[in-house]
């Protein structure tokens, strides 16, 4: 009100003066200086007694002119306000977005449907050699090394030999060779040394699988099973495969006191280490569901979990509930009907726009 009563004041001085100068020049420049400011704290002062309830219908006014001049205005404002709140109530949540925009930010739209979410548990563990892929390679007599073939993580061929040995007894030569194709992961053999026949010389693996030992922890060893699908995980940059659980070891491992559950895991592209620590979700129970939706769908709006829905005005956050999930997948209880399209990636961009309003679409 402060600020009202300024502006009230500045014209009212010289308007006392108007009335005591009899000069007409300078009774218009009064007036003028008078009219724009009376005008509008008129309007101000009009407008807030018509908000406020307990002056919306005031018993005396002195001109009839004025109070029909209130009147047209009340309900100028009334129609004006009442546009912006049925506009607001419907569309301010909503964004238009061409097609090139949308390529152009990878917004991607689906069709709500039904879909299976997978129970799991999550196992941590280790790659581990195949051991049936294993092979420790031996001199069959007692000799004398006379050369050295190969060394630590060098790959080898079937029958390639290794190293070259004289016998002890017979002072004859004789090869040590590769099994099988693989590559060396061990040798502890010295040029002119002297070996007994069996001892392991080289050590060679085929990596093309490994074993991924998971640890079953007790309250899960119940739920856990051969045959039950396995996403195996090397975390950051580290791969990932699919597959099942191929062995169940039948004892409980007397130091961690956890179980064992083993994946064959393909590594023709030698991603998996041995030695590397991984997690394995199992999956353990499956639940179908009428409508689910990906994680990457899902995002927070105004405190509640939406969303994005196309409509015929546009993609607007649609609240919804949420039920069962898995680590790809959530379960839409309610706020989203099969067959709607919503927004399956990239809605944060539609978010950053009712922010902001100004990502190359249109915010009603």
Not at 263 to 271: A, C, G, H, M, T
């Amino acid at each position: 009100m402060n600020n009202f009563e300024l502006k009230s004041q500045s014209p009212i001085a010289p308007s006392s003066s108007v009335e005591r100068d009899s000069s007409s020049h300078y009774s218009e420049r009064a007036a003028s200086a008078i009219k724009l400011p009376l005008f509008r704290f008129a309007a101000v002062l009009i407008g807030v007694l018509l908000a406020t309830p307990a002056y919306s219908e005031p018993d005396t006014h002195d001109h009839d002119d004025h109070a029909g001049h209130s009147h047209a205005h009340e309900e100028t404002d009334t129609d004006e306000h009442g546009g912006e709140d049925d506009h607001h109530g419907h569309d301010e949540d909503v964004v238009v977005l061409s097609t090139e925009v949308m390529e152009e930010f990878d917004i991607q739209l689906a069709q709500a449907g039904p879909g299976i979410l997978h129970e799991e548990v999550i196992l941590p563990g280790e790659i581990q050699f195949n051991r049936e892929h294993v092979a420790y390679v031996t001199p069959r007599y007692d000799g004398t090394v006379l050369e050295i073939k190969a060394r630590l993580a060098d790959p080898v061929k079937k029958g390639q030999v290794l190293a070259i040995l004289e016998s002890t007894d017979t002072l004859r030569p004789f090869e040590v060779k590769a099994p099988f194709d693989g590559v060396i992961t061990a040798y502890a053999v010295t040029l002119g040394e002297t070996v007994e026949a069996g001892s392991p010389l080289f050590t060679v693996a085929d990596l093309s699988t490994v074993w991924a030992d998971l640890r079953i922890y007790q309250r899960d060893l119940g739920k856990v099973a051969c045959g039950q699908p396995v996403v195996i995980s090397g975390g950051h940059e580290g791969g990932e495969f699919r597959g099942k659980v191929a062995y169940i070891a039948p004892v409980i491992d007397e130091h961690t006191r956890t179980g064992l559950a083993r994946v064959v895991v393909n590594n023709d592209e030698n991603l998996w280490k041995p030695g590397q620590f991984i997690k394995g979700g199992v999956t353990v129970e499956e639940h179908k569901e009428a409508v689910v939706v990906p994680r990457t769908a899902v995002l927070e709006y105004e405190g509640e979990t939406v969303v994005f829905v196309q409509t015929e005005e546009g993609l607007e956050p649609r609240p919804i509930v949420l039920g069962h999930s898995d680590a790809e997948f959530f379960a839409v209880e309610s706020g989203l009907k099969p067959g709607e399209s919503y927004v399956m990636r990239n809605p944060l961009p539609l978010k950053a726009e009712l922010g902001k309003g100004s990502f190359g679409g249109h915010q009603h």
